[in-house]
């Protein structure tokens, strides 16, 4: 029985296994019914992982606490962190947890289906290229392959497309239209722009605040609880009892278990023995909580979370009338808070909010499905290079198919530097604002630029500048400029792209008008692209002087005249005969 890759939600707060099994249905590898927390503690030479590193923890918030790591994929991008004093490397601290994820998946009744050696792999969209390429080393470690990434809400909202009765139907009804997807949750609030386009699901923008998660709400519930409970027994400054050692830490679960409880309910008690060092009901928090004090005590926090749709759909970001949105996906634990779901529902209208049931395991099943169904990532907007006189070249075409482990794709790129008077070609790397505005006018984001060496001594749109984009399996694009004769190549990556699954396969794909590069009057600082196609074949005298002379030497039956341009670019690419450098101000002769 052939085994299914798995998808792995690994999240700064929690993390789950999913795989589909072989009747179609996805099984999670739980911890008592819920997703593992992200939390690693280190006591001597024992190794404390998931549920029981996080009930010791005495505070929340993410990074180094003590002898314990909270959220270690946030410090990936960190070469040592210090954990009760010694030093050890972050991707030492994802291999363990991740070790641990895998093992307790073995013990699982439905292990027997999963392979548990490969995996699509969930990412935030704003993970950095040296943090995937570190997550990617700690699954290694661990005995996992990462077989693709995908990005955590285009995973959510795959899945929410196959838990539908007709998944293909429900895509078509939402072709053309804009989705999005809210994602908040312990440690973060995520948000994404998607719009279903041809039968794929493709992202416009994303936005996201770590300040604002769910375990910053656990600690005002704890506040608040501990305030009244002085309250209660007529505390003052001076007649405070101290805490018992660890009661913190059990508070702070209590607090999460109340805020869960009080989506469904109108009242929670919260009841602790020997919390506080001493005798009697003053030791004891006894404190009942109601969904009415639970949003006064998170109004802050959860303004401040809401603020963020306005600030993505305003017109400075992208422009989009809420009323305009066919679907508005909220996952996460902290969208269940009547609060939240009052909000949402007014600002995007009751048919087009949906309130995920599974909010914590809907991104490891959306990855599980991602997995199962074989599906590739492709690029969902061009990746281009900007021209001197403004007009854009595409490196890379929208819908290009990205790649899964082991593999890359490149394009290569041939310019010619306009104004070489100050030793330098600049090249900027642009993307389009939105999808499927692409033309001339349309508004773009800049990724990007690299300052090329060029010898200034040549006359302009004369040196050639040799340029490779390369995007590898961790989904980073990597920039590669060298100018032919100064021969001193620069480099820079970027990973802030977007992404698409295809999902349905439309019978007939709608007609692309081709771009047309308008004209410009004057030639301006930086550097412009040289087609290599010509509407004829008989236009010679556009092929480079140094390849049409190669091609005469080769083919003496066909030879073509060099026109005076094509003559000088060949003569200036020889090497010195004397000295063999290249033409330049340290050739013996100048």
């Not at 019914?33 to 996080?54: L, M, N, W």
């Not at 060092?277 to 006064?296: F, M, N, V, Y």
């Not at 595409?394 to 790649?403: D, F, I, R, S, Y």
């Not at 190549?489 to 792209?497: D, K, R, S, W």
Request: glycine share 6%.
């Amino acid at each position: 029985m052939v085994q299914q890759v798995v998808g792995i939600d690994f999240g700064t707060t929690n993390s789950l296994i999913s795989v589909v099994t072989h009747d179609g249905r996805v099984s999670s590898f739980y911890d008592l019914g819920r997703p593992h927390p992200s939390v690693v503690r280190y006591e001597t030479d024992q190794v404390i992982c998931g549920r029981s590193a996080k009930e010791k923890l005495e505070t929340t918030g993410v990074g180094v606490l003590g002898n314990t790591v909270r959220g270690p994929k946030k410090l990936l991008n960190q070469s040592m962190i210090k954990v009760d004093g010694r030093l050890i490397n972050p991707t030492e601290v994802v291999t363990d947890f991740v070790k641990y994820l895998k093992n307790d998946a073995l013990q699982n009744d439905n292990s027997e289906a999963a392979d548990l050696t490969r995996a699509v792999v969930t990412i935030p969209v704003d993970m950095n290229g040296e943090g995937r390429v570190a997550l990617r080393e700690a699954f290694l470690n661990a005995g996992i392959y990462i077989e693709s990434f995908v990005h955590e809400p285009l995973a959510a909202l795959y899945a929410y497309y196959k838990d539908q009765p007709d998944p293909e139907d429900m895509i078509r009804r939402h072709e053309n239209h804009t989705v999005l997807v809210f994602d908040w949750g312990g440690g973060t609030l995520d948000l994404t722009l998607c719009k279903i386009k041809n039968g794929a699901l493709v992202q416009i923008q994303n936005k996201g605040n770590n300040t604002v998660g769910g375990d910053y709400l656990d600690e005002a519930i704890l506040s608040y609880v501990e305030k009244q409970h002085a309250l209660k027994h007529h505390w003052t400054d001076e007649k405070f009892l101290e805490r018992n050692p660890g009661m913190k830490a059990k508070l702070l679960v209590e607090c999460e278990k109340a805020k869960i409880a009080l989506s469904s309910r109108d009242v929670v008690p919260i009841w602790l023995d020997e919390y506080y060092q001493g005798d009697g009901p003053e030791a004891e928090i006894d404190i009942s909580l109601t969904r009415e004090t639970l949003e006064k005590v998170c109004s802050t926090l959860i303004h401040k979370g809401m603020r963020e749709i306005d600030i993505l759909l305003s017109p400075d970001h992208a422009d989009i009338d809420p009323q305009t949105i066919a679907l508005c996906l909220a996952t996460g634990g902290m969208v269940n808070m009547p609060s939240i779901k009052r909000q949402l529902s007014e600002i995007f209208g009751v048919a087009a909010l949906h309130i995920s049931p599974k909010g914590d395991t809907i991104i490891s099943e959306g990855a599980a499905r991602i997995a199962a169904d074989k599906l590739s990532l492709t690029l969902a907007k061009p990746f281009e290079l900007l021209e001197a006189r403004n007009s854009v070249v595409t490196l890379l075409k929208e819908g290009t198919v990205l790649p899964s482990r082991g593999t890359s794709i490149r394009h290569e790129q041939s310019m010619y530097c306009t104004d070489p008077r100050d030793g330098n070609a600049l090249l900027m790397f642009k993307r389009p604002l939105m999808v499927g505005k692409s033309g001339a006018s349309d508004a773009r984001v800049n990724l990007g630029s690299l300052s090329v060496p060029v010898n200034k001594e040549f006359p302009p749109l004369s040196e050639r500048i040799l340029v490779e984009v390369v995007i590898d399996d961790n989904l980073i694009a990597h920039a590669t400029a060298v100018g032919s004769d100064k021969d001193e190549p620069v480099t820079t990556q970027f990973y802030e792209l977007e992404f698409a699954l295809r999902v349905v396969t439309t019978e007939q794909e709608q007609k692309k008008k081709p771009f047309q590069i308008r004209p410009s009057r004057s030639i301006s600082k930086g550097v412009i692209a040289l087609a290599n196609v010509a509407r004829k074949n008989d236009l010679w005298n556009l092929v480079p002087g140094e390849l049409l002379k190669q091609i005469n030497d080769t083919n003496p039956y066909m030879r073509k005249d060099l026109t005076e341009q094509q003559r000088l670019e060949f003569v200036r690419y020889q090497p010195c005969l004397s000295c063999g450098s290249k033409w330049g101000k340290n050739c013996c002769n100048a």
